[in-house]
């Protein structure tokens, strides 16, 4: 069994994408909607600043109250896709209930969006044209790359539908010819599913839901689920994935711990897409320029 270092390989990238844009003399900038005080969204948001910091990103982040109105934030969503100087726009997800998450982020021009969830993007993804593609997505792709796992022909099961994992996990999948099945909560008997898994990924965020009677030897493991669990051993809260991971390593050729596997590339995906985005950008103005000069 070999365990999945996604903080090793995320270092690894970082340090290529720092060289990259010095070299390139890229001109990157972020910004971060945040709106309300959620506390794993202040985690999440301090990652994606620092790692955009260290590569050397220009960051504004965006703090909006608990009372901010969904058309304050479509219109801040505006001003920024025509501000030229910004490359990138997330909208951290949750957001307060006073907030439409989907008619905001859906505003969030597809050049700009690091993310990858506009319609425009998503539509790239099906007809097999990736642009920008969701990061936790495009991370889990590049670990397997990373560690040698050829997805062409191989059975892939993917547990859960959500449209940040499931579903364009899926898309992405197929686009590299693996044989997909998306199992979810209406699945009846989920272990004749996984049992024949060649690579199992799973993303619900039901603690230790995977356990070894439902895999098969010699599988690959990618586990999404992230979930704060008391540890009554320790007296504090752990992250705790979907699957059953001591019992699970015995058979796993490849495997996911968490923390430290899927969610490091998460984060570094986000540096991969705005670069991507600003090469796109300059591949664009490039176009232009040569228009006005005929």
Do not use: W
Request: glycine share 8%.
């Amino acid at each position: 069994m070999i365990k999945i270092d996604g903080n090793k390989f995320k270092k690894e990238l970082l340090e290529e994408y720092k060289e990259k844009i010095a070299s390139e003399h890229l001109d990157i900038r972020l910004d971060i909607i945040f709106v309300g005080d959620n506390g794993a969204s202040e985690v999440y948001v301090g990652k994606k600043l620092e790692a955009a910091s260290y590569v050397g990103i220009r960051t504004n982040l965006h703090r909006l109250g608990m009372k901010t109105t969904t058309k304050e934030v479509q219109d801040l969503i505006k001003s920024l896709n025509e501000d030229d100087e910004v490359t990138g726009i997330i909208l951290q997800s949750p957001v307060p209930k006073g907030v439409d998450f989907d008619s905001c982020a859906g505003l969030i021009e597809s050049r700009k969006d690091i993310d990858g969830f506009t319609k425009q993007n998503i539509f790239a993804l099906y007809n097999n044209d990736e642009e920008l593609i969701p990061c936790t997505v495009k991370g889990i792709i590049k670990l397997l790359t990373h560690y040698g796992v050829n997805l062409e022909g191989k059975n892939v099961v993917i547990i859960g539908r959500s449209s940040i994992v499931g579903k364009p996990l899926a898309l992405a999948l197929i686009n590299r010819n693996a044989t997909v099945t998306v199992c979810h909560s209406k699945t009846v008997d989920l272990e004749a599913f996984t049992k024949n898994a060649d690579i199992l990924i799973s993303a619900v965020g039901v603690p230790g839901l995977i356990k070894e009677n439902m895999v098969k030897e010699g599988f690959v493991g990618i586990d999404v689920g992230t979930t704060r669990v008391f540890d009554e051993a320790s007296g504090k809260n752990k992250l705790k994935g979907d699957f059953d991971f001591e019992a699970l390593s015995k058979k796993a050729s490849l495997i996911t711990p968490v923390p430290g596997g899927v969610g490091p590339m998460t984060v570094t995906c986000v540096i991969e897409n705005l670069i991507d985005a600003k090469l796109e950008e300059k591949k664009h103005q490039k176009k232009m320029n040569l228009k006005i000069n005929r």
